[in-house]
């Protein structure tokens, strides 16, 4: 079992940069898929970027691609997700998840989740 701790949300301004961290404990980390999700007030919980276990391939959603870069270092079992020029819309609690399987664009894939960190971009 992986434990997953995300850190590095804070409040910027429109434009700005942001990177979050999904630091895990317990088990390894390159033994998982890893992707990030996030949950806006009043909105489900969507998809934004995954990483298969050796980091050789990742998936962004639209919304974000060119903007959002997600990587991984095994090595330091933490997971990394920079955010460029953000957008107010990129306001939301942003939460690290790991499977066991293969990388997956689907929520219910993950088994394990963090506590989530909040970005706040403001226009």
């Known amino acids: 079992q992986v434990q997953l701790v995300e850190s590095g949300g804070g409040l910027v301004q429109a434009g700005a940069s942001l990177s979050v961290s999904c630091a895990a404990s317990g088990r390894t980390l390159s033994s998982y898929a890893m992707a990030w999700f996030r949950q806006a007030p009043g909105k489900e919980r969507e998809f934004v970027a995954a990483?298969?276990?050796?980091?050789?391939?990742?998936y962004v959603v639209d919304s974000v691609k060119g903007r959002f870069t997600i990587s991984r270092d095994n090595a330091k079992n933490t997971v990394y997700l920079l955010m460029n020029s953000l957008k107010p819309e990129d306001t939301a609690v942003y939460y690290c998840?790991?499977?066991?399987?293969?990388?997956?664009?689907?929520?219910?894939?993950?088994?394990?989740w963090g506590q989530g960190t909040q970005v706040t971009v403001s226009s």
């Open positions: 998840a790991a499977a066991s399987g293969l990388v997956d664009v689907e929520a219910r894939s993950y088994s394990y």
């Open positions: 990483i298969d276990r050796s980091g050789a391939h990742t």
